[in-house]
């Protein structure tokens, strides 16, 4: 999105002489190659020749207002209907030495390159839907690599590919022929290789109060001059008085009025204000030092940045992110930092929709949290929003969602409340565990395990969530008072409160200290996976007779083939399918089924 936004293009910048005594008319292409197809020119509604031409004709300068109005944006440029007019003017082809009009179009932009195209009706698609429109010809000087044979007049040809009908050009690729007319355009001195950007210059100042001031002062005879360093931060006055009428700084002469730093005289002070961007552009920089009152940054900055995570919704991806690249390199060149990008991971998150849409108080379909807080707690909504669904898509908000969500909270306190009224726990002894214990402590570390991954790489925070619910499912349906039992419990709950912290903070504060614990939940470390609990005595094989399900039998998680098939044929109901038939074959596939095969 970034590279789009910034839409960088190389290409070559050249002239068309103009006929009468216009000055030259300077256009910027990324494709020389279909010069010879030009077959009109088009201006911005903005261009000097199109307001010259405004002046002398009404019927012209209806037409420029109404291109004025035309939407900047690259979807609405692409779909809106082509609209111009001839100036009555002739541009003369630099190669040909032809003569062809010159129009003004909605879909010129003076923001870009130098406000004109020379239009390729035959190889760009709204050049072709404006020469479609208004009659225009459309000349083939491109034609498929591969020879294909296509109709210019029924559709466009966008793609590269070996020039025609361009004179000595005639048979070059797009690179060839780039670099041909290039070199012919500085050699003549009529144009010259360039680069050039759909980005524009970033207006920073704002008219308005709340913001950073602009340390300048106005002199008339000095001009505008800087704010000496002593004098800074220029102080936001607070004693204002809204009016609604622009910026209460205006009526404010204790901050206008101002001596200038050069002469003396009475000068002005500015009173726009920094946009916001500006702050947000190296703020997280500056938490690191915010008490040094000398320097922007200092040695602490170094140490903590970059930004290990950044998580925002898309609309920042091209304003904020962008901009604070943009800061972060002017730092890095002022010697403020070594550190050249702010960011070093991405997460862009979803919209929060209800009813399908984006929630928004002029729908009048937004959901008071408060409201929410006050019934079901904090942990609820948070736990809900997180489960709900993968932080990068949409979440559809659901009231039925809440309430399980909170239900799942209920059973989980229950679980623990359940597991401490039981008594004091003894010291987990894993050499002593037997097959069930093991299988509930397996399934603690490998929920860790999902879970570390799910949070710390993944960002998957609903499948984070919907592990823990099976490990808690698992700890409820596991019957075991002994000793040993409570222990592997008392462990696999200790893990899903620390686990489920993150996410549901307040009621995992609570049972935290409810399992026996002093140490505050926020300063214990995050459960780490005990890889022995992991290794499996036991595995559980399906067994098929002629690839039907005809049994399950557990067999040691070492053993061998020939052990495997002769427990999968012993089995008693897999024996009901066999009976006295003849086994002509037997698969077996380690850790996961046999097939008999009669």
Not at 506 to 517: N, Q, R, T, V
Request: hydrophobic fraction near 40%.
């Amino acid at each position: 999105m970034q590279r789009n936004w910034i839409g960088r293009s190389e290409g070559v910048e050249l002239t068309f002489d103009l006929a009468g005594d216009n000055d030259p008319l300077t256009v910027f292409t990324t494709r020389p190659d279909t010069l010879f197809g030009v077959t009109y020119m088009a201006v911005a509604a903005e261009h000097p020749l199109a307001e010259k031409a405004a002046a002398d004709d009404p019927a012209v300068a209806a037409v420029i207002e109404e291109c004025k109005k035309t939407d900047a944006a690259e979807a609405t440029l692409e779909t809106m209907e082509k609209k111009g007019m001839p100036l009555g003017i002739s541009a003369i082809h630099p190669l040909t030495g032809e003569e062809v009009p010159l129009w003004v179009a909605n879909f010129v932009l003076m923001s870009y390159g130098t406000g004109a195209v020379m239009a390729v009706p035959g190889h760009d698609e709204r050049d072709w839907e404006f020469a479609k429109t208004h009659g225009l010809p459309i000349k083939q000087v491109i034609t498929p690599e591969d020879g294909t044979e296509i109709d210019i007049d029924a559709a466009v040809f966008i793609d590269r590919g070996v020039t025609v009908n361009s004179g000595e050009y005639d048979g070059l690729n797009f690179e060839d022929a780039f670099n041909a007319i290039a070199d012919w355009f500085e050699k003549t001195k009529r144009g010259r290789r360039t680069i050039n950007y759909r980005l524009r210059d970033w207006g920073v100042s704002r008219q308005r109060y709340w913001g950073t001031p602009i340390p300048i002062i106005y002199c008339d005879d000095c001009d505008a001059v800087p704010v000496p360093e002593d004098q800074l931060p220029v102080i936001l006055p607070e004693d204002v008085e809204f009016t609604g009428h622009g910026s209460p700084l205006h009526d404010i002469p204790e901050f206008i009025n101002a001596a200038c730093p050069k002469c003396g005289k009475d000068a002005r002070r500015e009173t726009d204000t920094f946009d916001t961007f500006v702050e947000s552009s190296w703020y997280f920089a500056r938490y690191a030092c915010p008490d040094n009152d000398s320097v922007m940054l200092d040695e602490r900055a170094a140490y903590w940045t970059p930004v290990d995570q950044y998580t925002g919704g898309i609309e920042h991806a091209i304003l904020h992110l962008l901009y604070s690249r943009f800061f972060q390199r002017v730092m890095r060149d002022e010697g403020l930092t070594d550190v050249s990008e702010p960011f070093t991971n991405l997460l862009t998150q979803g919209m929060v929709l209800k009813d399908g849409a984006k929630m928004s108080k002029n729908k009048g379909n937004t959901v008071d949290p408060q409201e929410l807080i006050g019934k079901y707690g904090a942990d609820t909504v948070r736990l809900f929003m997180m489960f709900a669904a993968p932080p990068e898509q949409a979440l559809e908000w659901s009231d039925d969602g809440v309430q399980g969500s909170f239900r799942f909270l209920k059973r989980f306190w229950n679980a623990v409340q359940t597991h401490v009224d039981g008594g004091a726990v003894g010291e987990l002894n894993i050499e002593a565990l037997n097959a069930s214990q093991k299988k509930l402590r397996r399934k603690t570390h490998q929920t860790i395990a999902k879970i570390s991954d799910d949070l710390g790489r993944r960002y998957t925070f609903n499948t984070a969530v919907a592990a823990s619910m099976e490990l808690i499912n698992a700890i409820t349906r596991f019957e075991d008072d002994s000793d040993a039992g409570r222990a592997v419990a008392h462990e696999a709950l200790e893990a899903v409160v620390l686990m489920l912290s993150p996410i549901a903070p307040h009621i995992c504060h609570e049972l935290w200290a409810a399992l026996g614990h002093k140490t505050a939940l926020i300063d214990v470390p995050w459960p780490q996976v005990d890889e022995n609990a992991l290794e499996v005595d036991e595995v559980e094989i399906v067994v098929q007779v002629n690839g039907k399900v005809r049994g399950r039998i557990s067999v040691a998680a070492d053993a061998d083939n020939d052990s495997i098939a002769a427990l999968a044929l012993a089995d008693g109901n897999v024996q009901r399918f066999v009976a006295d038939q003849e086994v002509r074959k037997t698969i077996v596939v380690p850790g996961r089924l046999v097939n008999i095969v009669v």
